[in-house]
């Protein structure tokens, strides 16, 4: 009944809306209304019933196999999978682009499947699980953006696409995809009693004379085929995976059967009703229903993984730290050499060719233009990079999280957000006020996010977890804030991509008054954290207030990744990576630690404006995406290294 | 997040390539005897001491300014962007510089030029002000204001006429607009006597988007819309006066809310959005695809240009009505 009344709002709405009861009265009488309704609406409302009940047996049955409830095509990464190879596909087999969508997309979702499968490892760890395909997710769409920035042409046409869109010009993709989705559910339908008998338990199950790993490869073979049916169609369009089989599981259903044929009908419902609402929000411009799916699907996925990690108190792993120098001075030399060189090579480079090294002296004399462009440039990126650096070490500290970042946790994002909203609220404001409603936003974030993880103990993984969410939530968000407004807020886009274009002096005084203020401060307690590390009870024992220190430099780590971004705006991974590759290098001693760390964040940042600008020269790639390009791997790297460790 | 950001800044590429015309706050009163040029413009005052002659151009529609009073740009952003969508009478030099995006132009390559004077618009460089002028006098246009809105095509005439002061080519900007005006009278008279079925036209700038087509339909205030009325043609769309950059923007069910018209249309050739909709029953009722009266302006019009933009699509319009 609900089903039949949604989805007769869906195919009243339209651009040529005339509201939802003259809608129906007029049908018969006019053959225009009538043509909408059989040849735009109809066919998105069947096609989004497809979709989602495609999207909700595949997540139910990854569920099933996994026993693991936070499973689905999205949460494992193989929309994103799916969606990057369609479009590698498209740049480098332009001809054939239209050519076997759903074997690419299929060898994608497998392809993103089998990695997050081995990152994980058998276990397959609920929320270890979620946050790996998440990252892989990350990772498969920065990569897509940048194939994106590289072959702007041939890809234009599936922007819109990449986030999900109902949008359906005729019956040609329902054609197409109606046959596939049939066959392969009668399939699932036919093994469900086989399904069944995976809620036994494995060893149950084999008792019995079931061969259990056939009927798990072929559940994964039903689900992510079902999932690549509509990537191959609509896109993909996350959380109605992971959503509807809790629902169905909510209502009673248990058997497989049953609950197969109830996915069918709640997952057709949640994307039919989340396309209502998107049209409900703008009628003119066609808005990625994937970004409502996010916005309604974050924060259960949120609540879910809350729920799943309780009473498992997977405690705080330790920062492993190799200490390869016994002698460290040495080490800070030779690392400040490279800082040297980075940044005298990045000198160097202006505007589209080097100058000559016998010349720079006499241009560093000469052009004032150095001086007013790229030598503020270079500096700001150095110091943003060694502030960044040091935001993530004291939260990596704090919260004993070696997966602990601002970009990470989500409060870069939050930061994104709240500037978007700031703009959007007051239209009138100057622009440099988007810093302070960055800095209000990121504050914001960490609030939510500690007052979110304070019950779970901040397990790592929690956290991590949660940032994801939040950035997803919060980029839906903003793409619907920028759909809805009419602002003209390319500056604000910039920004938020994460560029150091256009630093003046004014942002080097800014960041060298954040390095000058701070970084005495930090040095000073490195011992603190020291102590922090090895766990509250030694802490105070040795008479530390813990909590109260804990809030203090949590504050004071957020503070320096929202002036970062005030500064850079929203480049993320600089705070993950540096503390960790100076660990790696000096040990967890936070006293040899700093001046790596910092270090390593100057030059990462430096390098990547300098690629930035020289890639596409005279043109900008935004050094933001450069950095997420090395970060999301580098993450997924460390998320294996820490897996082993809890195994321990 | 990355992939939203760049489908929105890829939008906003068009968008504020439509950037279409500065508004001239006033003209300067220039009766001063020592002949300075004193340009009023978005963000300030500038002051020149005698025509400029090395301009740098930052948006598309300026360069076209600049070209048509005879002078050539040392550099433009976005150069290989301004041959694919501007297609007017003249051309830009071959050794003109391109200078980076028109979202993050390269600073220290429009330094090197060493100009005399950029020209931008302020809603795009407004924030890096300070260090435009650094480098030269720089003249930012707007055309986002309420009231540069009103009337894209004074506006664009306006920040015409300012280009046309700075450079000192004012009586060749006059010619100009003459011969503008007088092809719009000899074409104005052409259409009369070719009969059309009706006077009311649809104009729309359309991509394809996913499979999807979508439309810009231009509203009254537009540049295009004003050009087409001097032509003797009357905008089908009466709403949505204060349309930004002059147009809305609409799916195949938005188009049928104007389709009383003879639909005019701007499509690049490599785009498939006609085959797209080849089979598509809601596309084929309309009615002016069922009567046949689409006519084809070219994908290469630039629609937020300006007097040779608007030179082209008056030529366009003819041959395409003629065909």
Known sequence: ?648 | MKKLLFLVVAMLVVLAGCAEKGKVDKEAKDSDADEKIEITHALGTATFDKAPERVVVLEWNYAEEVLALDIQPVGVADVEGFKKWVKIDKQLGDDVVDVGTRQEPNLEEIAKLNPDVIITLANNHGSIQKDLEKIAPTIFYDTTSKEATKDLYQTAMDSFKTTAKLLQKEQKADEVIQQLEEKYSTVKQEIVSLNLPTKKFLFTQAYTVNQAPTFRLFTKNSMVSHVLEKVGFENTITDHLDADWGFIEANIEGVSNYQDALFMHAVQEDDPLFDNMKNNKVWNDLTFVKDNQLYDIGGDTWTFGGVLSAETLVNNLLKAIKE
């Not at chain 1, 497998?110 to 270890?128: I, N, Q, S």
């Not at chain 1, 229903?289 to 799943?308: C, D, F, H, R, S």
Request: a positive charge.
């Open chain 1, 1 to 648: 009944m609900l089903f039949l009344l949604l989805a007769s709002v869906h195919v009243s709405q339209g651009q040529s809306s005339l509201g939802y009861v003259t809608f129906w009265q007029q049908l018969r009488h006019d053959p225009q209304q009538m043509n909408f309704f059989l040849y735009s609406r109809l066919p998105r409302l069947v096609i989004g019933c497809i979709a989602g009940a495609a999207l909700a047996v595949a997540g139910m049955i990854m569920q099933s196999i996994t026993k693991n409830p936070l499973a689905s095509a999205s949460t494992l990464g193989i929309h994103a999978g799916a969606y990057f190879f369609v479009v590698v596909w498209a740049i480098f087999f332009p001809k054939m682009s239209g050519d076997f969508p759903l074997l690419i997309a299929f060898g994608g979702g497998l392809a993103a499947a089998f990695l997050v499968w081995g990152l994980v490892g058998r276990a397959l760890d609920p929320v270890r699980v979620a946050l790996t395909g998440l990252i892989v997710s990350m990772l498969f769409s920065s990569f897509t953006g940048a194939l994106q920035l590289f072959f702007a042409n041939e890809v234009t046409g599936l922007f819109l696409w990449g986030s999900g869109s109902l949008l359906q010009l005729d019956w040609s993709g329902v054609q197409f995809a109606w046959p596939w989705f049939t066959v392969t559910l009668i399939v699932a339908l036919l093994v469900s009693r086989k399904l069944d008998v995976l809620l036994l338990g494995d060893e149950t199950a084999i008792g019995l004379g079931e061969k259990v790993g056939g009927i798990k490869v072929l559940g994964w073979i039903i689900a992510i085929f079902l999932a690549s049916i509509t990537v191959a169609v609509v896109g993909p369009i996350g959380f109605v995976g992971i959503i509807a089989p809790h629902i169905v599981r909510l209502l009673g259903f248990r058997l497989h059967y049953s609950m197969i044929l109830g996915n069918i009908v709640i997952g057709a419902m949640l994307l039919i009703g989340a396309d209502v609402l998107v049209r409900f929000i703008t009628q003119t411009q066609e808005l990625p229903v994937g970004a409502m799916t996010a916005i309604i699907g974050g924060p259960l996925l949120i609540y879910l993984a809350i729920k799943m990690s309780k009473g498992k108190k997977e405690q705080a792993s330790a920062l492993g730290g190799h200490d390869f120098f016994p002698r460290k001075w040495p080490v800070v030399l030779c690392i400040a050499a490279l800082a040297f060189l980075v940044l005298f090579v990045s000198v160097l480079f202006g505007g589209t060719a080097f100058t000559p090294v016998n010349e720079i002296v006499q241009e560093l004399a000469h052009n004032v233009y150095v001086w007013d462009f790229r030598v503020p440039r270079i500096v700001v990126s150095f110091l943003v990079g060694m502030l960044m650096a040091a935001g993530g070490m004291i939260l990596q500290a704090v919260l004993r999280n070696p997966l602990a970042d601002a970009s990470v946790l989500g409060v870069t994002s939050g930061a994104g957000m709240f500037a978007m909203i700031l703009l959007i609220l007051f239209p009138g404001i100057p622009f440099y006020f988007i810093p302070v409603g960055a800095f209000v936003g990121a504050m914001l974030a960490m609030a939510v996010i500690l007052l979110f993880s304070f019950r779970s103990g901040f397990q790592p993984i929690m956290l991590v977890l949660m940032g994801v969410s939040i950035s997803a939530i919060g980029s839906a968000i903003i793409q619907i804030i920028v759909v809805k407004s009419k602002l003209n807020i390319t500056q604000a886009l910039t920004w938020l991509s994460g560029s150091t274009y256009g630093s003046s002096w004014e942002h080097v005084l800014l960041a060298a008054c954040a390095v000058v203020l701070f970084f005495p401060v930090i040095y000073y307690f490195s011992r603190t954290f020291d102590v922090l590390l090895f766990g509250d009870e030694l802490a105070t024992g040795i008479g530390l207030k813990t909590q109260k220190v804990r809030l203090y430099m949590i504050v004071l780590g957020v503070a320096l990744s929202a002036i970062s971004v005030a500064i850079v705006g929203t480049i993320g991974f600089i705070g993950l990576l540096a503390p960790h590759a100076a660990r790696r290098m000096v040990g967890i001693k936070h006293q040899h630690m700093f001046p790596i760390t910092i270090l390593l964040g100057g030059i990462l940042l430096t390098v990547a404006d300098f690629l930035g600008r020289y890639l596409l020269a005279p043109n900008d790639v935004p050094a933001g995406l450069l950095v997420s390009l090395v970060g999301a791997p580098y993450l997924l790297y460390l998320l294996r290294k820490t897996g082993k460790t809890v195994a321990k």
